[in-house]
């Protein structure tokens, strides 16, 4: 959304502002962003719970901190992509049709600007399952991705190795229904057997 905001807004203080936030998104470290959100909001705020996965509110801030790079990031490729989509000769055909602007912008203009987008979501996947490594230690979530620091501090090679496999595995799925969603977007791209 951030990225088509800022895309239709080009070169305005929304376009400035937006891709600043996106920018300060993906420079900031996971353990960086982690240890402010813990001192901001459950420490100092006492908003949200600081470790566990007791009830919802215990996912908000390590559901924040995985997201925050990957939505950056998306939001200023999608940005970058809808800029070159909006000056096609397609664009302009749709508007001279007559069809209302957000037809235009949805239909044929988003639709034709996520090929690149969908193709570093199936990369970002990746990112956040090993991201996950990091955040599941800091906020004491027990899951694969803890489970696999704890085993490389103790040396258990067939943890390691489980955890490793499964992570390959959860990317190579995720990659996989990336594929799929090629053939979704574009039927041009569908193969029949």
Known sequence: FLGVVSALAYNTWIDTSAMTVALLGI?????ALATFMILLFALKLDWLPVAGYETPAHFVLPAITLATRPCALLSRLVRASMLEVLHQDYMTTARAKGLSSRTVIIRHGLRNALFPVLTVIGILIGRILSGSFIVETIFNIPGIGRLGVTAVLQRDYPVILGATLALAVAF?????????LYGVIDPRIRTTS
Not at 27 to 31: G, T
Not at 173 to 179: G, M, Q, Y
Request: aromatic share 14%; no cysteine; charged share 15%.
């Open 172 to 180: 190579l799925l995720s990659t996989f229904v990336i594929d799929l």
């Open 27 to 31: 420079s900031l470290p996971d353990f």
